[in-house]
């Protein structure tokens, strides 16, 4: 089983759009959205949810007011300022008071708070950060997933989706591919580790040059063969060259231009990856597919070889 995942330096590249457009040229291929703060890959690839469950990615202190002596001692070693108090209302008069509190939006489940109770009234629980699922599509099974609001751990969350598609892929005799999330930040490094291949999709601008070059030291850290892919070329033919000499300069390969295209973002509104038609960016996207070397676009033996 191999793996490889396209990314980007930043946002609005046009990465999901690549990858929905190799996921329907592979066909045959275990996709995962790794993409789990902002997923978008369901939107451009009609997909039925076979399973769903919740991902507890955290653990997060509570408080047994029965217990609690109200020493303020978690409130002093709590770093995230997490501990405070809220007013609660007793039955009897006299018997209104505030009662410590752990907002879960800012605990981060480091158990400071539950050492240094002298009561034991603190304790730790599992949290649900996430769900996770399994879709079935047309061009294979799709492992996905999203983070809850506020939720933290999005880089655990990632390496769950991962897990499943390897699962499927072991199972199905299959490889998988993978839309990653813009950055570098620990949920690409999550996305990328392990990948036998990376894609970065880049965009004809100056933020889009550096954030390019910032992704491939990231890749090249963890020593990923990577290429390139400029997307909407022709808007700025200048930066474009730019972006050519960097890589040049950076030993990575450019391995194809997409140029701008209305269709592109016609297709998404309907919801369909923009392979499906025939327009100048489609066109591109698929000799860009037929450039990467031939494993990953034929099978050998019932199975994509991606590198």
């Not at 879709?135 to 655990?156: C, M, N, P, R, W």
């Not at 591919?177 to 880049?202: A, F």
């Amino acid at each position: 089983m191999k793996q490889m995942a396209i990314i980007s330096g930043k946002g609005g590249t046009g990465k999901t759009t690549v990858a929905a457009a190799f996921a329907e040229l592979a066909e045959t291929t275990i996709v995962a959205d790794c993409d789990v703060e902002a997923p978008n890959l369901h939107l451009v690839i009609a997909h039925q949810v076979k399973v769903e469950r919740e991902f507890v990615g955290n653990q997060m202190a509570r408080i047994d007011t029965a217990l609690c002596s109200q020493c303020k001692r978690c409130e002093e070693v709590c770093r995230f300022e997490a501990v405070t108090e809220r007013f609660q209302k007793g039955e009897g008069i006299h018997q209104d008071k505030f009662v410590p509190y752990i907002d879960s939006k800012r605990c981060e489940g480091c158990a400071a708070c539950v050492y240094a109770c002298p009561t034991q009234a603190i304790q730790l629980y599992p949290e649900g950060t996430g769900k996770v699922f399994l879709s079935e599509t047309q061009v294979g099974d799709f492992a996905h997933a999203e983070l809850y609001l506020a939720a933290d751990g999005s880089g655990k969350l990632v390496a769950e989706v991962r897990r499943l598609a390897r699962d499927e892929a072991r199972r199905q005799n299959k490889d998988v591919l993978i839309d990653g999330s813009p950055g570098i930040g620990c949920v690409v490094i999550s996305t990328i580790t392990g990948c036998q291949q990376v894609l970065v999709v880049t965009e004809p601008s100056q933020s889009g040059k550096h954030d390019l070059e910032r992704v491939i030291k990231v890749t090249g850290h963890f020593k990923i063969p990577t290429q390139v892919i400029i997307n909407k070329w022709d808007i700025n033919p200048e930066v474009s060259q730019e972006i050519e000499d960097a890589c040049t300069k950076l030993g990575v390969a450019v391995i194809g231009k997409i140029p701008f295209d209305p269709m592109v973002p016609q297709a998404i509104a309907l919801g369909h990856p923009i392979t499906r038609y025939e327009c100048p960016a489609a066109q591109a996207l698929r000799e860009i597919w037929a450039k990467i070397p031939i494993e990953l676009t034929e099978p050998s033996g019932g199975q994509l070889q991606f590198l």
